[in-house]
């Protein structure tokens, strides 16, 4: 077994340091877990994006983390399975010997405090809360400094500066007394344009309606539209029937999909050609012959190759990206007019110079729901003014604890109006006609509709500036004629748990991040996925065309709960040129008990002269 393991981390490109004590271990792992080499290796895949390791080498010194996140995934699967059972902590046994009654404590706001906290809370690298002392960031709380004790307020974590220009400048002023008289003295800000680009569901829709119908027409007109732009290249040749026995080469387009219910592998692979060229029939991929590959279920890919039996195509070329597509070239022009004359937008920057904060929620603590995070987010914004507010559920966010206990005492929308709309409305007062703030619904938004592509939120009262603007989520909307696009579901690292791929034997190994938000510019999807993740509530009868990327964006934001990150990625080759984008994660702005992260943007023309940073709060 111990080869057999060796094998598969060599199969998905990790080479072994101290090779016999790891495969010692891991056939330890194996063994009282009772896995089998490659389940092994797919939950080391998982725990090697989640830890963010730099170099592809599986070392002795992680095989304890390694262990935490076994146990915390064999921990899951019993709550699945059982999901009344109730594994007891360290925090149970103090609560009995200190005849402490849980009900109350739950119910009476208090400070947090240093108790021990439930052995497997540090293996725990989900926003989706059991309970109050597993936090988003991983970490046990008794290592979180409370939110309200912290004392390296608005730290740099990350950033890149390569745009010699006044914000530079503002970039190397040290955290003084004399920060803000200096900042006052610099050119303010002008009101950026917006065009915002209406594509998804309005307000008030109906939803969960889908036929069966409109999956397979979703599904079948992607698989087309891939095959007129691959065939409209020049590049390759008509698509021909990937069923049919042949032995010679033949090109063809059709979507990955896998023949079973587990994790997708090179042994179960399928490709599902369009109605047209096989009537929509499976035949299984074969991959051996490729040197360096990346797939996964619902992506639309070309493959060259040649199918001797009928039962097999054996693939010597994977073409995964699309040639790029004109700007707006799906978007309507009366739907972008219609949005400028209702917010009345200033004239267009002849300059493509944008300046933005982006955060992503929750934007409250775990322990109360004060929004504290958000009130220093805005007064940071309020002393160093971005044109843009970029701001991305979830807001009232339905996995915190005491809203899925039931102990608030007002409703949802209660909550989203007194705690998010009126700050911001504060804002925006404070700040002036150049201030405009963006806000992007999340699923997991207790008072929005769950569905997904989702509705922009109903904020348009009278007394509502207009300088606060809500998008569909997935959005896309032009600022200063810099294109973004946004989407607050967590597709990243949905991705990360179903892709496959092989890096060449010989070559650098790809960086992985980079890879899995590239998926989304060559499949040209906000949501490429197929069938999508279990917690997301598909809907292809509203506007499948919502999930679409009419054009490459110039920034493309992606929040996660993988570790934050702003790196320039490329939608791939096209006609010899690479078209390059933006990506973003900002991270949460809160993280269990303490605070998280946030991104600053500056944006002059293109994605190499930039000045970003990752913001601690």
């Known amino acids: 077994m111990e080869e057999e393991i060796k094998a598969e981390f060599k199969k998905s490109g990790f080479d072994l340091e101290d090779e016999e004590e790891v495969l010692k271990k891991c056939l330890t792992f194996c063994i009282n877990y009772s896995l089998n080499p490659s389940d092994l290796i797919s939950s080391w895949e998982v725990y090697y994006l989640n830890r963010q390791l730099n170099e592809p080498t599986v070392q002795d010194a992680e095989m304890d983390g390694f262990l935490l996140h076994l146990q915390k995934e064999q921990k899951e699967a019993i709550i699945k399975e059982e999901p009344d059972l109730h594994i007891y902590s360290s925090k149970d046994v103090e609560m009995i010997l200190n005849d402490d009654d849980e009900d109350t404590n739950d119910n009476v706001p208090g400070t947090p405090t240093d108790r021990p906290e439930d052995l497997f809370s540090h293996a725990f690298n989900s926003t989706s809360l059991t309970n109050g002392n597993i936090l988003s960031s991983g970490k046990p709380s008794r290592l979180v400094t409370p939110f309200g004790k ?76 891939h095959t007129n732009a691959l065939v409209a290249s020049g590049l390759y040749e008509e698509p021909m029937d990937p069923t049919i026995a042949s032995q010679k080469s033949v090109f063809t387009v059709g979507m990955i999909c896998s023949d079973g219910e587990g994790r997708l592998n090179d042994k179960s692979t399928l490709l599902q050609s369009s109605v047209e060229h096989s009537g929509g029939q499976c035949v299984r991929l074969e991959l051996q012959q490729l040197s360096c590959f990346s797939i996964f279920p ?52 002849s300059h493509r110079e944008l300046s933005m904060i982006i955060a992503a929620g929750p934007f409250t603590t775990t322990d109360n729901l004060l929004f504290e995070p958000l009130v220093e987010l805005l007064a940071y914004a309020k002393r160093k003014p971005p044109q843009l507010l970029i701001l991305l559920g979830p807001f009232v966010d339905s996995e915190h604890p005491e809203i ?52 922009a939120f109903d904020v348009n009262p009278p007394e509502l500036r207009p300088q606060i603007i809500s998008l569909t989520n997935p959005g896309f909307f032009e600022a200063n004629q810099v294109r973004i696009g946004c989407c607050t579901v ?30 989304i510019l060559s499949q040209q999807s906000f949501y490429p996925l197929y069938p999508p993740a279990e917690a997301i509530p598909m809907d292809f009868s509203l506007a499948p065309e919502a999930l679409q990327l009419s054009s490459i964006p110039d920034i493309l934001i992606l929040p996660s709960d993988i570790k934050y990150f702003v790196k320039v990625i490329s939608d791939g080759e096209s006609e010899g040129q690479q078209v390059k984008c933006i990506s973003v994660n900002p991270g949460r702005l809160a993280k269990g008990e303490g605070g998280g992260t946030f991104a600053e943007l500056d944006y002059n023309a293109g994605p190499d002269t930039i000045n970003a940073s990752i913001i601690g709060i």
Do not use: W
């Open 150 to 225: 912290r004392t390296d307020k608005f730290g740099v974590r990350f950033s890149i500066n390569n745009m010699p220009n006044i914000v530079n400048r503002k970039q190397e002023i040290d955290h003084d007394n004399h920060e803000d008289e200096i900042i006052r003295k610099l050119q303010p800000r002008k009101r950026c344009s917006l065009m915002i680009h209406r594509s998804g569901p309005e307000p008030g829709c109906r939803f969960m309606y889908d036929r069966i119908e409109d999956r397979f027409n979703a599904l079948e007109n992607r698989i087309k539209k």
């Open 490 to 519: 967590d597709i990243l690292k949905q991705l990360s748990g179903e892709e496959i791929s092989r890096n060449p034997v010989d070559g650098k190994p790809s960086d992985r991040i980079s890879r899995l938000a590239t998926h």
């Open 298 to 349: 619902g992506q639309v890919v070309g493959i060259e190759g040649h199918n001797p039996s009928g039962h097999c195509l054996i693939a010597s070329k994977l073409v995964d990206s699309l040639p790029s597509v004109a700007n707006d070239e799906n978007l309507h022009p009366a739907k972008k007019q219609a949005f400028d004359k209702e917010i009345h937008l200033t004239d267009l920057s």
């Open 404 to 455: 899925k206990k039931g102990t608030i005492d007002r409703s949802f929308d209660e909550i989203f109006h007194l705690e998010i709309l009126r700050r911001l409305q504060d804002y925006v007062e404070y700040m002036g006609s150049e201030a405009q703030v963006i806000l992007v619904p999340s699923i997991r938004d207790a008072n929005h509709d769950f569905v997904f592509p989702q509705p």
